[in-house]
Each structure stands twice: as C-alpha cells, then as structure tokens.
C-alpha cells in the first residue's frame, strides 16, 4: 500500500532503508488511540466546515467500522505499511475510497503522533494507579492479617530496634501512595491538546482545537505549536514516574528475598513463585523476585534512553523521536507487570511467626529504650549512650547479658537504674513504649492500617 508521501520522488525508497524507518511492527499498539483521535479531528473538520458533511459522516462510519475491528482483535496491520498511522489511512481509504482523503486536512503526522502517544500514556497512567492501589491492597492485607507480628528492622543490615511486621507494611504502602500522586502530578502537567499544531506553525485553515481538546476530555490546548510536536517531556516524566515504582518494587523484592533466605527465614514465598535448582535438589529461590529487581535495572535504563534520545535535538521534529515508542512501551509493560506479581506473591505470602518470635528476643535491640528510662530519669542524652556502651561492651565481653545483670551491677553503671529497667527487655514493651506519631506503637499501627484499609477500599 502507498506511503502518506512520494509525489515528490522519483523512484522507489530502498528496502533496507523502509525496514529501517518503518514503525508499524511497535507503534501499531496506538492503533485504538490513532483511530480516537482521528474521529475528534474529523468531527471538528465538519464542524468548522472545513471538510463537507457528508465527506466526514463516511470518514466516521469508516473509522468507526475500523475501531470496532481494532478492539475486536480483528484489525490485520500491514507490516508494509510505514507506521500506524498509514495504515489506518490506507485501510479507511480501502472502506470509503476518495472522501478518506481529507482526513488529513490540518494536521501532520508530527502533531498526531503526540496525540496518539499522550492518548496511550493517559490509558495507561489510568492502569498503573489501580495496579499500584492493588499492591496496596495486598500488602494491606498482608499486614492487617499478621498485625501481631514483630520482627526485627535494620540499619546497615545490622540489627537495629524491633518494629511491628505491619508498621514495616505500612512504609511500602506510604512510597506506593506517593507514587500514585506522581503518577497523577504527570497527567496533570501534560493534560494540553496537542492536534492542530499540524507539521509545526499551524495552520491557515479555520480549525477549532478547544473544541477537538473538549471532545478528547483534554482540560486545556497546547500552548505553542513548535513545543507540542517536539515535546517529549510527558514520556520521560512517566518513564521517570515507573523507574521510581520500579526502585521500589526492587527494594520490596529484596527485602522479602533476605527474609525469604535460612539465615533470616522470617517468610514463605509461595512455592508457586519460586523456582527449583537444576542442581540442589533442596533449593527453593526466589526467581520472580530476583527478576522485578533486575527488571528495575531495564527500567532505569530506559530512562537514561530517553534522555539521551532527546538531549540534543533541535526544534522541532525529527525521526528520532519515533524510537521513543519501544522504550516507553518496554517500561509501561514491566511496571505493570512487577506491580501484578508482586501483589500475587503478597496475597500469598506466610510469616514464619514462631522463626519471628524467637528473633527478636536479643537483648540488644533494647538499647534505646533502655537509653530513654535514663533520659526520662534526668540523665543526658550523651551520657546515657555512653552508659549503654559500657553495659554492652562488658556484658560482651564477660559473656553475659543485660537483662541478667543484678541491681548492683546496674547500679554500678549509673545510679537512676531500678529493677523496673529490666521490664524493657521484651518485644513487645519495646513496640508498646514508643509515643512518637508515625511510631511503631501499635495502637497508632492499628489506627494507621484502619485508615489505609477504608482509603484503599474507595
Ligand atoms: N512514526 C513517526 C514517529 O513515531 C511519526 C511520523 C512522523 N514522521 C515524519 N516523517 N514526519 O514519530
């Protein structure tokens, strides 16, 4: 079938050079959002009497004929056609003949192409949200089911203090959340309509883009006509938007393959996302989680693509701006698929609650709340983590510990020590005694998961 151009040539483009150029075999996935597009446009056409009525009443059955077929999975792209836009002019061409031809009346393929890639990026901005509500959900559950739980939080990946399993849930949800608004803070920022910008100055002829915005449900026009079809800032945003769901999803994943491991053995991961060894008969590893770490490493690549793809283009179009497709297409299909698995994997996901109880009987992670009886007993900050250090470093070196040392012994570390002290060496005193808002107290974890449940749930 014909290209969009060619008059102006005298002979053939070689065939290397159209395998090279041509796009349809990725962009043909706009195909829905091309057609939508052209149907506004089309509409606008007539209203503006631009094209005649009944030229564009044919130009809508015809699209209209080929959406149906698109979303049926019966609409066969032509892998000779350039892109998806040719494509979808040819076909209209084929149904209707010679009124298909005005289609193309006021617009290029440079400000339809930002049409039909911010018409997609909507669609999936809308899917990323209720993917990342739905991790949420999960790791709400997750938490609400084993709110009991403590288990033992790191700094450096040493022991640090004891925190309630849910309270250590609740920060995945928290980054989640954030994510969301960044999702949301992007489709806000590139909400401008971009047809009509046409190849790059706009047009002489009398079109209406504020109602092409209206039909579209854009809130707003695009501004300047040489921004809107160079502009590619809205697809590094979102790609920048994945890369930081996909860092957290990373830093999910390894927190859950740690506590996956024997030395840690806090958790099951459900044998059905796991893998076997070919090797060590008795391994059982976490693979799928190992992959959504290292499919962050692609997404975080494909954001360095994008930036380097544009650094240095001048104004306005230029081809090199169709390779944007595959590496936003590439991160939108991981992120959505890492934030599906890892909600599966959550949904079925095991404490090892006796393994739980036992690890967070060590003595040390009471330090600090040993260090606060003593600041509460007028002792200085300072003063007191020096005490605790002495105690620690005794204790390790005569082999005994804190919680054994008699009245005496403690006293011989500072004066204020009562029995009373030894009451902290517990779990859950430790978990109890925190007050600070956005603490593990569990009455504020309680309060905490009681909201995100009924947010969550809206
Ligand atoms: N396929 C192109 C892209 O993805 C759109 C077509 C614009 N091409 C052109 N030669 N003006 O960016």
Redesign the pocket.
Known sequence: MSKLWGARFDKKSDSLADQFTF?ISY?HRLARFDVVGSIAHAQMLAKQGIIPKSDAQKILAGLKKILIKIDLGDFKFDAKA????TDIQNKLKELIGKPADKLHTAR???D??VLDMKLYCRWEMAEIITAITQLQKAVLGFATKNNDVIIPAYTHLQSAQVVLLAHHMLAYVEMLQRDKTRVLDCFCRNDAMPLGAC?LSGTSLKTDREYVARLLNFSRVANNSMDVVSDRDFIVELISVCAMIAGHLSRISEDLILWASKEFDLIDIDSSFCTGSSIMPHKKNPDVLELVRGSTAVVIGNLTQIHVLLKALPLT?N?D??L??PVLFDTIDKTKNMLLVVSKIFASLKVNKDKARLRVLDESFFTVDVMDYLVKKGVSYRDAHDILGRMVKECLDEGKSISSLTRLELKKFSVVFEEDVKKLFNPQMSVKIKSSLGSTNPDMVKKQLDYWNKKISI
Do not use: G, T, V, W
């Open positions: 796009s962009d350039e892109d998806i836009h290029s393929r440079n339809q192409i190849a179009y081809r701006l169709q944007d497709k």
